[in-house]
């Protein structure tokens, strides 16, 4: 019998994994005040931008904005507990690899702009890539996502490329 990490292409990555890279999926959030002041109250931001009409107007803004990350919530989609993962992880992180656990590996975030309250967000996810590399415990599977979030003109609001360890 053979390793599953000898299953695949020459690189070790699966390939029913492999085939997955480019796959994407878009969605559609409509932001709201609320969703803006609940988010800016939990993470400890008192700036009046995000919680005053007035003061987001006084400082320029059509409206409340939120705060520079927001668009995290946007990220993954509410999918219930039995459709995800084992471990917990987004269910667009599904992908078929011989791993039981997924942890953050880091991520780079550009903002072109904060997200308004009241706009639509068009939120477009992609499997970028999938490598292998050789841990202490077996491979390491390094799943690249990346997630862009525009407003309802088509121009970008900001995009974020995340990268996902993925380990037996």
Same mark, same amino acid.
């Given at each position: 019998?053979?390793? #599953?990490?000898?299953?695949?292409?020459? =690189? $070790?990555? &699966?390939? @029913?994994?492999?085939?997955?890279?480019?796959?994407?999926? !878009?969605?559609?959030?409509?932001?709201?005040?609320?969703?803006?002041?609940?988010?800016?109250?939990?993470?400890?931001?008192?700036?009046?931008?995000?919680?005053?009409?007035?003061?987001?107007?006084?400082?320029?803004?059509?409206?409340?904005?939120?705060?520079?990350?927001?668009?995290?919530?946007?990220?993954?989609?509410?999918? #219930?507990?039995?459709?995800?993962?084992? =471990? $917990?992880? &987004?269910? @667009?992180?599904?992908?078929?690899?011989?791993?039981?656990? !997924?942890?953050?590996?880091?991520?780079?975030?550009?903002?072109?702009?904060?997200?308004?309250?009241?706009?639509?967000?068009?939120?477009?996810?992609?499997?970028?890539?999938?490598?292998?590399?050789?841990?202490?415990?077996?491979?390491?599977?390094?799943?690249?996502?990346?997630?862009?979030?525009?407003?309802?003109?088509?121009? #970008?609001?900001?995009?974020?490329?995340?990268?996902?360890?993925?380990?037996?």
């Amino acid at each position: 019998m053979s390793s #599953p990490i000898c299953d695949g292409n020459e =690189d $070790g990555i &699966p390939v @029913e994994a492999s085939a997955l890279i480019g796959r994407m999926s !878009t969605r559609r959030y409509a932001v709201t005040a609320r969703d803006i002041k609940r988010f800016a109250q939990a993470i400890g931001e008192a700036n009046p931008i995000h919680f005053d009409e007035a003061a987001a107007q006084a400082a320029g803004f059509e409206t409340i904005v939120a705060p520079p990350l927001f668009c995290q919530v946007m990220t993954y989609e509410d999918h #219930p507990l039995d459709r995800l993962p084992a =471990d $917990g992880s &987004p269910e @667009e992180l599904a992908v078929p690899l011989p791993a039981e656990r !997924t942890v953050g590996g880091g991520s780079e975030y550009q903002l072109h702009r904060l997200v308004r309250a009241g706009e639509e967000v068009t939120v477009t996810t992609s499997l970028q890539d999938i490598t292998v590399k050789k841990g202490k415990t077996g491979p390491l599977y390094l799943v690249v996502v990346r997630t862009e979030f525009a407003g309802s003109d088509g121009k #970008p609001i900001a995009a974020e490329t995340a990268t996902y360890v993925k380990r037996p």
